[in-house]
C-alpha cells in the first residue's frame, strides 16, 4: 500500500551562522539522518570517501526476549492522566514498534506498560528534524525559567543514532546559552533500521564493485541513505565525486532528489543529464549524457523501485550495515536528572514492550496497530507496518529478488551491547557517533567544523538503573544471544576488500606505536559492523626466504586478530577474525624499490557473510 506523503523535513539550524539542516519528503516509513548537510557540494576532485567500512552481516546480534508471556491488549481508553503529561516527538519509524506497544495509543492507555510505570506520555508524529530542535529549545528555556514541568515543547524526541552527532552539535551549541545542565543527551534505544534504508544498483555493483565506475545514482545527498553508499565506497576503495553537476567516469556520480521518491521515480523514468566530464578534478571538455542507474532510498521507494522498472539489488543496506541506525532517546539532561523514575520508568516500558514485540506475534501486530494511529497512516489495522517490519523479498519488475523494509527493536539486553555496558563489550553507539560524526566534518568543514565527544551526550546511568532491577535476566539473555560463527565455513558474499597500513616492527609480528590509531580505527569501524565475518590478510615484501615471509605474514596477520579480540571479546567472538598468510607472493607495487616494498607490508581486511553466522 502507498503511503500518503506528510511534508517535507527543512532542517535548518541557526547556530552561529551554520546550517546544518537538510529537508526530506516523509512518507510512509521514512526518517532522515538529522543534522546532515543540504547545500550543493563544491566542485572538487573525486576522491574515495575517508569513512569507516560497515559491511554486510548475517546473524546480526539481537536479544532474544526476556520473556515469552502471553500478550493481553489493554485498553483503549486513557489511563494515568492524574500524572503530569510527558510529550515525546517521534517520526513514522517501525524501529519504535515496542515503545508503540508499551504506550497502547498515542496516548498512554488503562493497563499499557507505560501507565503501570506511572508515566502519562504522548506521542506526537513530527517528521522535521528543526521542530524537534526547536521543541527541545522550547522546553529547556521554559525549564530554565522556573517551571519544573514545562507545558511548551517535547520533553524528548527520538532521532536515528548516525546522525546524531551533527544534530547534538547545533541543538547544544544553542542550549549552551542556558547553561550546561541543559545539555541534550542520549539516554536508550528502541530499536534499528534494518534494511529500509538502503543503496540499490545493478547486479553486477554488488558482485563487482569496480563496476559502479562512471555509475549515476539519484538520491537525497548527504543524509543515511546517502551514508550508505558513502561508506560502501571507502569499504571497496572507490571514489566518489562530490559535485553534482559533473560526470566522473572514474567515481560514482550523484544527480539530487528533491526526496526519496523522487529519488526513485527518476530511476523509473530514465533521467539523464548532459555533464561536462571531468577526470582528477579537472574538466576535460568533453560532454557526455549519462542517465540515472542506481538509487539511494528507503521503504517505499524500493518498492517503487522494484514494482515499476526493477532492475535494482540492494548494493548495501542497514540489512548489512546493521549498526548504523540505532532509534536513540534524547532529553534534557537537568529534566531528566530531577526526574530519574519517570525516564528509567519511561525507558523501561520501551524495553518490555520491546521483548514482547520480540516474542509474541500479536504483540506486534496490535503494536502495528497503534503505530498507524500515531503516524496518522494506512487505518487502524496497521497491516502495513506489520508487512515492513518483518522485511519482505519480493520479484522486481523484472523478475529479480529484491529485499523490502525491515527494522528491529530492542529490549534491555540490546541496549546493554549498544552502549557497551556488557563486560567485554565496545559502545557501539560511540562507534557509529564518531564514524559518521567525522564523515560530516570531513566532507564539510566549513558547516560543520566539530561536534561534542561523545562522554558530553551520552547518559548510561538511566539504562544501568534498570539493568540493576533486571540483572539476572538481562544477563543471561546477553550471554544466550551473542552470534555464532562456522570458521570452516567461507565467505558467501564479500561486501568489502580493503588495504590497512597497519604498521609493524622491521621483520617482526610487533605493532609499531603509530599503528595505534590505524588499529582503533579498525576496530571502530568493525564495531560499527557489528557480527560480521572478518578476514584478515596478511602480506610481506620480497626481503629474506618465501618460508620466513610466510610465517611473518601469517604472524601479523594473527597479531589483528588477537588485538581485536583482546579490547573486545563480545563483540569479535571465536569465529568471526579468520587468518590468512600469503607471504610476498601477491605484491602490490614493485619490490625493487623501498617505497614498493612498503606497500607490500600490508594487512587487507576482507568482509562479507557465510550462510551459517547465526544468532
Excluded at 439 to 452: D, G, K, M, R, T
Aim: proline letters at 5%.
Amino acid at each position: 500500500m502507498r503511503l500518503t506523503a506528510t511534508g517535507k523535513i527543512v532542517a535548518f539550524i541557526l547556530v552561529l551562522g551554520v546550517l546544518i539542516g537538510g529537508w526530506r519528503l516523509s512518507q510512509g516509513m521514512g526518517k532522515d539522518l538529522l543534522g546532515k548537510i543540504a547545500p550543493a557540494a563544491k566542485s572538487k576532485d573525486s576522491q574515495v570517501p575517508t569513512v569507516g567500512a560497515l559491511p554486510a552481516i548475517e546473524g546480526q546480534p539481537s536479544a532474544a526476549a526476556l520473556t515469552n508471556a502471553s500478550f493481553t491488549a489493554p485498553s483503549t481508553e486513557p489511563g494515568c492522566t492524574d500524572r503530569p503529561e510527558v510529550r515525546f516527538l517521534v517520526w513514522a519509524w517501525n524501529a519504535q514498534m515496542g515503545a508503540m506497544l508499551a504506550n497502547g495509543g498515542p496516548q498512554a492507555t488503562r493497563g499499557s506498560l507505560m501507565c503501570k510505570q506511572g508515566v502519562n506520555l504522548k506521542f506526537i508524529r513530527q517528521d522535521d528534524a528543526a521542530k524537534m530542535q526547536e521543541e527541545l529549545v522550547a522546553f529547556a528555556t521554559e525549564l530554565s525559567q522556573g517551571n519544573a514541568n514545562p507545558t511548551r515543547g517535547a520533553h524528548f524526541v527520538a532521532i536515528m543514532g548516525d546522525g546524531s552527532a551533527t544534530f547534538l552539535k547545533g541543538l547544544n551549541d544553542t542550549l549552551k546559552r542556558l547553561g550546561p545542565e541543559y545539555t541534550a543527551k542520549v539516554v536508550g534505544s528502541c530499536g534499528y533500521s534494518r534494511g529500509e534504508d538502503k543503496f540499490m544498483g545493478p547486479p553486477e555493483w554488488k558482485t563487482n564493485p569496480v563496476a559502479s565506475r562512471g555509475g549515476l545514482v539519484a538520491g537525497y545527498l548527504r543524509d543515511g541513505d546517502w551514508n550508505i553508499a558513502q561508506k560502501w565506497l571507502g569499504d571497496n576503495g572507490l571514489k566518489n565525486n562530490p559535485d553534482e553537476k559533473t560526470w566522473d567516469p572514474d567515481a560514482l556520480n550523484w544527480v539530487a532528489a528533491s526526496d526519496y521518491i523522487d529519488a526513485a521515480e527518476k530511476y523509473v523514468a530514465g533521467y539523464s543529464e548532459e555533464r561536462p566530464v571531468v577526470r582528477n578534478g579537472k574538466r576535460t571538455g568533453e560532454k557526455k549524457r549519462v542517465t540515472v542507474n542506481g538509487v539511494v532510498t528507503w521503504t517505499p521507494g524500493d518498492v517503487t523501485v522494484a514494482q515499476k522498472k526493477g532492475g535494482l539489488v540492494s548494493v548495501a543496506s542497514t540489512r548489512e550495515y546493521s549498526s548504523q541506525m540505532p532509534n536513540v532517546v534524547i532529553g534534557i539532561d537537568k529534566w531528566m536528572r530531577n526526574n530519574r523514575s519517570t525516564v528509567e520508568g519511561m525507558l523501561q516500558a520501551f524495553l518490555e514492550g520491546g521483548d514482547l514485540v520480540k516474542s509474541n506475534p500479536a504483540a506486534l501486530t496490535h503494536a502495528a496497530g497503534i503505530s498507524a494511529q500515531v503516524y496518522k497512516e494506512d487505518g487502524a489495522e496497521g497491516y502495513y507496518w506489520e508487512k515492513y517490519f518483518k522485511g519482505t523479498q519480493e520479484k522486481d519488475a523484472q523478475g529479480l529478488m529484491v529485499e523490502l523494509g525491515g527494522s528491529s527493536v530492542n529490549n534491555l539486553a540490546d541496549n546493554l551491547l549498544l552502549f557497551g555496558l556488557v563486560p567485554g563489550s565496545a559502545n557501539l553507539f560511540a562507534a557509529t557517533y564518531k564514524v559518521f560524526g567525522d564523515i560530516v566534518v570531513a566532507q564539510y568543514p566549513e558547516l560543520v567544523s566539530s561536534y561534542p565527544p561523545v562522554n558530553q551526550i551520552l547518559d548510561t546511568s538511566y539504562i544501568q538503573g534498570i539493568a540493576k532491577r533486571m540483572a539476572p535476566a538481562a544477563k543471561s539473555t546477553v550471554t544466550a544471544q551473542k552470534p555464532r560463527y562456522e570458521a570452516s565455513k567461507p565467505l558467501r558474499t564479500v561486501v568489502s576488500r580493503k588495504k590497512w597500513n597497519i604498521a609493524f616492527q622491521s621483520g617482526r609480528a610487533v605493532f609499531t606505536p603509530e599503528a595505534k590509531r590505524d588499529l582503533e580505527r579498525l576496530k571502530r569501524d568493525l564495531l560499527v559492523a557489528s557480527g560480521t565475518v572478518v578476514e584478515v590478510h596478511g602480506h610481506t615484501d620480497n626481503q629474506g626466504s618465501p618460508s620466513t615471509n610466510m610465517e611473518l605474514s601469517e604472524a601479523r596477520a594473527f597479531a589483528v586478530k588477537q588485538w581485536l579480540e583482546k579490547q573486545s571479546p563480545v563483540n569479535f567472538p571465536e569465529g568471526r577474525v579468520r587468518v590468512f598468510a600469503h607471504g610476498q607472493v601477491n605484491p602490490v607495487a614493485p619490490n625493487s624499490t623501498g617505497p614498493g616494498r612498503a606497500k607490500n607490508r600490508r594487512v587487507e581486511i576482507v568482509l562479507g557473510t557465510t550462510a551459517t553466522a547465526q544468532n
